[in-house]
């Protein structure tokens, strides 16, 4: 079992609030994950959206790992860490043409292309360069991954993907373009999935699709599902490595994958989101009349998943040696209410100066930080190998 350890004597000498990544821990889920899909005709992709630090995406590039961006800022990080274009799949509901530019001068793997207009914008570009550029058709699956309404994508009233209405029009489309060479179909129901059942429907949509295009004449190189696998928030140090045996094992059992067809996947959290935590100090303890408010020097800026998605991530006291606990709510410096990572938590006796670990921080942390009120933005540090 890997646990985090937290190297507390060197932090006590750093600047919080930072985020800590336990590079044995990723390494050790990058492992696991590959054990899964070895000898498979799939292929992962990282979502670079859950955590671009360059550090990060070197230990995934040498894990061999190919990547997902979703905007050319992510493309420009991707290749600043060593993917090369054709290890590069991009998707979004609206790249902007000079970013369509950038990944068709760097020949990406494929286009995952979210609407009809979109498909003829890329086919322009194409051609005003000479290329083909590879496409999969992002498709609105219309099924319900009951996660929180956010990180739900794959609902026909969400803004995402072609919906099944128009598919047909759509594959049509891509084949009667000359610059444009259709590989697949791309499909993202949602985020921070653990029940596996919309995964299930999923393929079962996927299967009836095929058929659908076979009948038609039409088939696919490659089927990818996006990602969504979640991960433990409740438990980081008892689960720090999703299921991954559970979902590639939905996936294999349930989806027809047709010879020599390539079957993608677009992890984000499930890599990255257990080894990383942010340390933050505690600068006043005050008593309201009704709650004890441990207030830190890490703010909804540093970590938003709170305040946005009512997250809750494990708090952690790192350094108290107190045997007596309290309830403290645990709330940051911005000038919002919104700005509070726990009510009512438990932890040993907590006082200005200790240090607290906010756990499962990894995925969706770091990256969507911000400077909200000035802040600095957070630094990083990680663990030795
Ligand atoms: N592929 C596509 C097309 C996506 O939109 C996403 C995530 C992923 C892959 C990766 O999903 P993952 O494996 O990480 O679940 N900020 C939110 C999560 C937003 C997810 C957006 N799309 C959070 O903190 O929970």
Same mark, same amino acid.
């Given at each position: ?207 009836? !699709? ?147 670990? !906010? ?27």
């Amino acid at each position: 079992m890997i646990k985090t350890i937290f190297p507390i004597d060197i932090f006590k000498h750093c600047e919080t609030p930072f985020y800590y990544y336990d590079l044995e821990l990723l390494k050790a889920t990058l492992r696991e994950m590959k054990s899964h899909v070895k000898g498979l005709p799939y292929k992962v992709h990282y979502a670079v959206k859950a955590n671009a630090n360059p550090r990060i995406l070197h230990e995934i590039r040498e894990a061999g790992l190919s990547i997902d961006c979703v905007s050319g800022g992510e493309i420009v990080a991707a290749l600043a860490a060593g993917f090369k274009g054709d290890a590069i799949a991009f998707a979004g509901v609206g790249k902007t043409d000079r970013e369509i530019a950038l990944g068709i001068n760097h020949d990406i793997f494929c286009f995952n292309v979210e609407s009809l207009p979109e498909l003829d914008v890329i086919n322009e570009i194409a051609a005003t360069k000479g290329k083909k550029a590879n496409v999969a058709l992002r498709v609105n699956p219309n099924i319900d991954a009951h996660t929180h309404k956010y990180i739900t994508t794959g609902l026909s009233e969400n803004k995402f993907g072609i919906n099944l209405e128009l598919l047909d029009a759509a594959v049509d489309k891509a084949l009667s373009l000359p610059d444009v060479n259709l590989m697949g179909l791309h499909f993202h129901i949602g985020s921070q999935l653990l029940d596996f059942t919309p995964y299930k429907m999923l393929c079962e949509r996927i299967n009836e !699709l095929q058929e659908h295009f076979e009948n038609r004449g039409v088939s696919f190189k490659i089927i990818n599902v996006g990602g969504g696998l979640g991960i433990d928030y409740a438990n980081p140090d008892a689960n720090p490595i999703p299921d991954f045996k559970g979902y590639f094992d939905t996936f294999k059992e349930n989806l027809k994958l047709r010879p020599g067809q390539e079957l993608h996947f677009e992890l984000g959290r499930a890599i990255v989101g257990q080894c990383g935590s942010l340390i933050t100090r505690v600068l006043y303890v005050k008593n309201g009349t009704t709650r004890n408010f441990a207030i830190v020097d890490a703010g909804m800026t540093d970590l938003i998943r709170p305040a946005l998605y009512q997250a809750h991530h494990v708090v952690q006291n790192i350094t108290s040696e107190s045997v007596e606990t309290a309830k403290y709510d645990i709330v940051g410096p911005i000038c919002e209410s919104s700005d509070k990572f726990a009510s009512d938590e438990s932890l040993p006796e907590t006082q200005r100066g200790d240090l607290l670990a !906010l756990r499962s921080a990894g995925a969706y942390g770091e990256v969507m930080s911000m400077q909200y009120n000035c802040r600095r933005l957070p630094s990083s540090h990680f663990s030795r190998e």
